[in-house]
Antibody, heavy 118, light 106 residues
Framework: EVQLVESGGGLVQPGGSLRLSCSAS????????MNWVRQAPGKGLEWVSY????????YYADSVKGRFTISRDNAKNSLYLQMNSLRAEDTAVYYC???????????WGQGTLVTVSS | DIQMTQSPSTLSASLGDRVTITCRASQSISSWLAWYQQKVGKAPKLLIYEASNLESGVPSRFSGSGSGTEFTLTISSLQPDDFATYYCQQYKSLWTFGQGTKVEIK
């Protein structure tokens, strides 16, 4: 059974940093691209970042480019999102999602809440 | 950037109703479109990919159609478990979601 479990969310002050993790099980992580998607309270879904299975290709949404860094450790079955220079508008539930071979999102984790507030 | 626009934003319907949600892309995305269902407090769930392909395990009352810039998600007979918010997503060029359609009880 495919499982994705996010962790690392919490309360952080504006300008601060946070590192999210996504632990994967039930499949071979290196064979799949992975994504981060976020959802601000009461709002819709926003794609944040993509990383290919080998980490050779990475994309970011304009809203986080230069502040967030996606990475993965296939040996540890883990995906990461390093978030720096956090702003109030980064407050959201952050989901990790596995990409299909054609890159729609087949499986999602349960999400972790990031709150940026003083 | 490709923009996705869903309509309506909210839809009130009764059990057994046929429900249709529309999604329009700002430029042609061929059939690179997925639909997701999200219930309150839960992660999104994939329903349909490549515009019309039903994900394994999804009830057959869900169907998708369209290509190019206009797409529809249809629920043939609304069931209690279907009250949720639905999102379309293009994956032709990076990824963009529609703003969502909330299906609520009439």
């Amino acid at each position: 059974e495919v499982q994705l479990v996010e962790s690392g969310g919490g309360l952080v002050q504006p300008g601060g940093s946070l590192r999210l993790s996504c632990s994967a099980s039930g499949f071979t992580l290196s064979s799949y691209s992975m994504n981060w998607v976020r959802q601000a309270p009461g709002k819709g879904l926003e794609w944040v970042s993509y990383i290919s299975g080998s980490s050779s290709t990475i994309y970011y949404a304009d809203s986080v480019k230069g502040r967030f860094t996606i990475s993965r450790d296939n040996a540890k079955n883990s995906l990461y999102l390093q978030m720096n220079s956090l702003r109030a508008e980064d407050t959201a539930v952050y989901y990790c999602a596995r990409g299909s071979t054609v890159t729609y999102f087949e499986y999602w984790g349960q999400g972790t809440l990031v709150t940026v507030s003083s | 950037d490709i923009q996705m626009t869903q309509s309506p934003s909210t839809l009130s319907a009764s059990l057994g109703d046929r429900v249709t949600i529309t999604c329009r892309a700002s430029q042609s995305i061929s059939s690179w479109l997925a639909w997701y269902q999200q219930k309150v407090g839960k992660a999104p769930k994939l329903l349909i990919y490549e515009a019309s392909n039903l994900e394994s395990g999804v009830p057959s009352r869900f169907s998708g159609s369209g290509s190019g810039t206009e797409f529809t998600l249809t629920i043939s007979s609304l069931q209690p478990d279907d009250f949720a918010t639905y999102y379309c997503q293009q994956y032709k060029s990076l990824w963009t979601f529609g703003q969502g359609t909330k299906v609520e009880i009439k």
